[in-house]
C-alpha cells in the first residue's frame, strides 16, 4: 500500500513538471485569460460610463422637473392695483396663495391694446414696507412702478392689463383701471 | 448511439473549447449592465412623473378651490367715526361647502377732491358652509373727515386668493323717498298706524299682550299703570346704527288743562315672547331699515317703577300732544330726535 502511494505522488510530480514545460497551446490560455480580462474590465469602464451618463440625465431630468413642479405650484392674486395720477405711479398689492414659498417678482408688464411699458428691476416690498425678495404662502406685499417719463404714464379712466413673470417663469394676469 | 451520448458529446466538446468563452462573458456583461441602467432609469423616471402628476392633481384641487368658493357679502354700511377712520359693516353668507377665511379688507374712498384707500389685516375671520357672519372692521384712510361725503368701495380678500366685493345695503325707492324726507327731520321715523297702549299689571306684565289697545283713546289713564308701544324704523342715509339710552321718553303736553300739565313715561325693555317688563334697562339698538318695537312705562328715569297719567278726575277728558324725546348715539357720536305729530285723546 505504501509503496503504491509513492508512485502516485511521482506521477503527479511528473504531471506538473510536464505541465510546466511543455509549452504547446500555453499562449492560446494567456491570450484567453487576457481577452477575458480586457472584457471585464472593458466592461465594467462601460458600466461606470453609463451609470455617470444616466446620472447626469436624472440630474438634469430632476432639475426641470422641480422646475415645473414649482412652476405649477406658484400662484399670485391680485388684491389691488392702483395708479396715482399726480404722482404717476402704479401700485400693485399682490398675494401668494400658491404652495410654494420664495415666490419673487422678475418682470412686471404693463400694457393695453396699442402700447406696453417692461420693468425689469422690481423692488416688492412686504405690506408693512420692509423689502421682500420673495413672498412666501399667504403673504401679502406690493410694489411701484414708477411711469417717469409722461408719453408713458397711464391714463385715468382707461383701461390696461398687467402681467407679472415671476422668478420661477410663471405668469399672472390682471386687468385694472387707471 | 443515443440521444443523450450524442449531448454528452456536444456538452465536452463545448467545455473543452475556449474558444469565444470571452465573448459570452462580455455579452452577458453587457446585458446584464443594460437591464440594470435601463431598469434603473425606467423606475426612477417613473417616481419623477408620480411626483409632477401629483403636482399637477394638488394644483386642480387647488383651482377647483378657488371656483368653489362662494361668498355673498352683503348690507355693508360705510360710517366715518372720526378724523381718518371709518367703519365698515357688512353681513357675510357663505352658501357653499366650503369654508371661508377671510385675510384682508381692502376699502376705497373719493369723493370730487379726495381719493384714499386702505387695508386691514383680518385675523381669525372663518366663515364655514351654510354660515354667516356679521363683520365690523375700523380701518384708517387718511383724510378722511366725519363732515364729508364719500363714495366707498371695499372688497375682502380670501386665503384662495379670490377677491369678493361688498355690496352695500339695498334700498327701495320708497325707503329712498322715506330716507330723504326724514333726513330733515331726523333719521327716526314713527309707524302712526301702531300706537298702543297697555295696563300694567302688578308683576310689570304688559295687558292685553301683545296685542294692546289703541292708544290715540285712553281709558282709565289716572287709575292703571300704562305702557306704550312704538314703532321705530331707523333710516339714517349712512345706514348707521342708532342707540337708544334711558333718558328717551315719552311726555303727553294738555294744553287745554294749563300751566303745561304733562305726564312722563321713560323707556323700559320688555320681554318680546311673554310681555313681562325687564327690571333693568340696556340700550336699545335700532339697526337701519328694521322696524323695532320700543315701549314706554316707567315714571323714572333707567327704572321700571309703573307710571300713571297725573290727570285729576275734573281734568279728563283732556287732549294731549304726545311727543317722543329719543336721545342716544347715532354711529359712533351723540344723537337725538323728537318726534311730534301725535295727539290722543285721555277719556278717564
Given at each position: 500500500?505504501?509503496?503504491?502511494?509513492?508512485?502516485?505522488?511521482?506521477?503527479?510530480?511528473?504531471?506538473?513538471?510536464?505541465?510546466?514545460?511543455?509549452?504547446?497551446?500555453?499562449?492560446?490560455?494567456?491570450?484567453?485569460?487576457?481577452?477575458?480580462?480586457?472584457?471585464?474590465?472593458?466592461?465594467?469602464?462601460?458600466?461606470?460610463?453609463?451609470?455617470?451618463?444616466?446620472?447626469?440625465?436624472?440630474?438634469?431630468?430632476?432639475?426641470?422637473?422641480?422646475?415645473?413642479?414649482?412652476?405649477?405650484?406658484?400662484?399670485?392674486?391680485?388684491?389691488?392695483?392702483?395708479?396715482?395720477?399726480?404722482?404717476?405711479?402704479?401700485?400693485?398689492?399682490?398675494?401668494?396663495?400658491?404652495?410654494?414659498?420664495?415666490?419673487?417678482?422678475?418682470?412686471?408688464?404693463?400694457?393695453?391694446?396699442?402700447?406696453?411699458?417692461?420693468?425689469?428691476?422690481?423692488?416688492?416690498?412686504?405690506?408693512?414696507?420692509?423689502?421682500?425678495?420673495?413672498?412666501?404662502?399667504?403673504?401679502?406685499?406690493?410694489?411701484?412702478?414708477?411711469?417717469?417719463?409722461?408719453?408713458?404714464?397711464?391714463?385715468?379712466?382707461?383701461?390696461?392689463?398687467?402681467?407679472?413673470?415671476?422668478?420661477?417663469?410663471?405668469?399672472?394676469?390682471?386687468?385694472?383701471?387707471? | 448511439?443515443?440521444?443523450?451520448?450524442?449531448?454528452?458529446?456536444?456538452?465536452?466538446?463545448?467545455?473543452?473549447?475556449?474558444?469565444?468563452?470571452?465573448?459570452?462573458?462580455?455579452?452577458?456583461?453587457?446585458?446584464?449592465?443594460?437591464?440594470?441602467?435601463?431598469?434603473?432609469?425606467?423606475?426612477?423616471?417613473?417616481?419623477?412623473?408620480?411626483?409632477?402628476?401629483?403636482?399637477?392633481?394638488?394644483?386642480?384641487?387647488?383651482?377647483?378651490?378657488?371656483?368653489?368658493?362662494?361668498?355673498?357679502?352683503?348690507?355693508?354700511?360705510?360710517?366715518?367715526?372720526?378724523?381718518?377712520?371709518?367703519?365698515?359693516?357688512?353681513?357675510?353668507?357663505?352658501?357653499?361647502?366650503?369654508?371661508?377665511?377671510?385675510?384682508?379688507?381692502?376699502?376705497?374712498?373719493?369723493?370730487?377732491?379726495?381719493?384714499?384707500?386702505?387695508?386691514?389685516?383680518?385675523?381669525?375671520?372663518?366663515?364655514?358652509?351654510?354660515?354667516?357672519?356679521?363683520?365690523?372692521?375700523?380701518?384708517?384712510?387718511?383724510?378722511?373727515?366725519?363732515?364729508?361725503?364719500?363714495?366707498?368701495?371695499?372688497?375682502?380678500?380670501?386665503?384662495?386668493?379670490?377677491?369678493?366685493?361688498?355690496?352695500?345695503?339695498?334700498?327701495?325707492?320708497?325707503?329712498?323717498?322715506?330716507?330723504?324726507?326724514?333726513?330733515?327731520?331726523?333719521?327716526?321715523?314713527?309707524?302712526?298706524?301702531?300706537?298702543?297702549?297697555?295696563?300694567?299689571?302688578?308683576?310689570?306684565?304688559?295687558?292685553?299682550?301683545?296685542?294692546?289697545?289703541?292708544?290715540?283713546?285712553?281709558?282709565?289713564?289716572?287709575?292703571?299703570?300704562?305702557?306704550?308701544?312704538?314703532?321705530?324704523?331707523?333710516?339714517?342715509?349712512?345706514?348707521?346704527?342708532?342707540?337708544?339710552?334711558?333718558?328717551?321718553?315719552?311726555?303727553?303736553?294738555?294744553?287745554?288743562?294749563?300751566?303745561?300739565?304733562?305726564?312722563?313715561?321713560?323707556?323700559?325693555?320688555?320681554?318680546?315672547?311673554?310681555?313681562?317688563?325687564?327690571?333693568?334697562?340696556?340700550?336699545?339698538?335700532?339697526?337701519?331699515?328694521?322696524?323695532?318695537?320700543?315701549?314706554?312705562?316707567?315714571?323714572?328715569?333707567?327704572?321700571?317703577?309703573?307710571?300713571?297719567?297725573?290727570?285729576?278726575?275734573?281734568?279728563?277728558?283732556?287732549?294731549?300732544?304726545?311727543?317722543?324725546?329719543?336721545?342716544?348715539?347715532?354711529?359712533?357720536?351723540?344723537?337725538?330726535q323728537n318726534i311730534p305729530f301725535v295727539s290722543i285723546e285721555v277719556a278717564s
Amino acid at each position: 500500500m505504501k509503496l503504491k502511494g509513492i508512485e502516485c505522488l511521482d506521477m503527479d510530480l511528473r504531471k506538473v513538471w510536464k505541465l510546466l514545460h511543455e509549452r504547446r497551446a500555453v499562449s492560446t490560455v494567456v491570450s484567453s485569460v487576457i481577452l477575458t480580462g480586457a472584457v471585464i474590465a472593458v466592461s465594467f469602464v462601460v458600466l461606470f460610463w453609463a451609470q455617470y451618463r444616466s446620472s447626469a440625465y436624472n440630474a438634469q431630468y430632476s432639475e426641470a422637473m422641480n422646475a415645473d413642479i414649482a412652476k405649477l405650484k406658484e400662484r399670485l392674486a391680485f388684491e389691488y392695483v392702483f395708479y396715482n395720477s399726480s404722482a404717476k405711479n402704479l401700485s400693485v398689492y399682490i398675494m401668494n396663495c400658491g404652495r410654494i414659498n420664495k415666490t419673487s417678482v422678475q418682470t412686471v408688464y404693463v400694457s393695453n391694446a396699442t402700447w406696453f411699458f417692461r420693468f425689469s428691476s422690481i423692488n416688492l416690498k412686504f405690506l408693512n414696507g420692509n423689502n421682500a425678495t420673495g413672498l412666501d404662502m399667504g403673504e401679502e406685499g406690493y410694489f411701484v412702478l414708477p411711469f417717469v417719463s409722461p408719453s408713458d404714464s397711464l391714463v385715468t379712466g382707461k383701461s390696461y392689463s398687467i402681467k407679472i413673470i415671476t422668478g420661477r417663469g410663471s405668469t399672472f394676469d390682471h386687468t385694472f383701471i387707471a | 448511439m443515443t440521444i443523450r451520448l450524442l449531448l454528452r458529446k456536444r456538452f465536452r466538446k463545448l467545455t473543452a473549447n475556449s474558444k469565444g468563452f470571452s465573448s459570452v462573458i462580455g455579452t452577458t456583461f453587457m446585458v446584464l449592465v443594460m437591464m440594470f441602467l435601463s431598469t434603473s432609469v425606467f423606475m426612477w423616471t417613473l417616481s419623477q412623473n408620480t411626483l409632477y402628476n401629483e403636482a399637477i392633481r394638488e394644483k386642480n384641487q387647488l383651482e377647483s378651490d378657488v371656483l368653489s368658493e362662494n361668498v355673498q357679502v352683503t348690507n355693508t354700511t360705510y360710517v366715518v367715526v372720526s378724523d381718518n377712520n371709518v367703519k365698515v359693516s357688512t353681513d357675510i353668507t357663505n352658501p357653499g361647502s366650503l369654508g371661508v377665511q377671510f385675510t384682508t379688507l381692502w376699502a376705497y374712498a373719493s369723493n370730487a377732491t379726495y381719493t384714499g384707500y386702505n387695508f386691514a389685516n383680518l385675523s381669525n375671520v372663518n366663515v364655514k358652509g351654510g354660515a354667516n357672519l356679521f363683520l365690523s372692521v375700523n380701518m384708517t384712510i387718511a383724510g378722511l373727515r366725519p363732515t364729508g361725503a364719500y363714495s366707498f368701495a371695499s372688497w375682502l380678500i380670501t386665503g384662495r386668493g379670490n377677491v369678493v366685493p361688498l355690496q352695500k345695503a339695498t334700498s327701495s325707492y320708497t325707503n329712498i323717498v322715506t330716507s330723504n324726507t326724514t333726513q330733515g327731520i331726523g333719521a327716526l321715523m314713527m309707524d302712526f298706524q301702531n300706537f298702543t297702549y297697555y295696563v300694567v299689571n302688578a308683576s310689570k306684565y304688559l295687558n292685553p299682550y301683545p296685542s294692546g289697545y289703541n292708544a290715540y283713546y285712553i281709558q282709565n289713564a289716572r287709575t292703571s299703570n300704562i305702557a306704550f308701544k312704538v314703532f321705530l324704523t331707523n333710516f339714517d342715509q349712512d345706514k348707521r346704527d342708532i342707540t337708544l339710552t334711558n333718558g328717551s321718553e315719552l311726555f303727553i303736553i294738555y294744553p287745554s288743562r294749563g300751566n303745561a300739565l304733562s305726564d312722563i313715561w321713560y323707556i323700559v325693555n320688555v320681554d318680546g315672547t311673554t310681555g313681562k317688563i325687564q327690571d333693568s334697562f340696556s340700550s336699545l339698538t335700532l339697526r337701519y331699515n328694521q322696524q323695532t318695537p320700543v315701549y314706554f312705562a316707567s315714571s323714572q328715569r333707567g327704572n321700571t317703577v309703573p307710571a300713571t297719567s297725573s290727570l285729576t278726575p275734573s281734568q279728563v277728558p283732556a287732549i294731549g300732544a304726545v311727543n317722543l324725546a329719543l336721545v342716544g348715539t347715532i354711529g359712533d357720536i351723540p344723537f337725538g330726535q323728537n318726534i311730534p305729530f301725535v295727539s290722543i285723546e285721555v277719556a278717564s
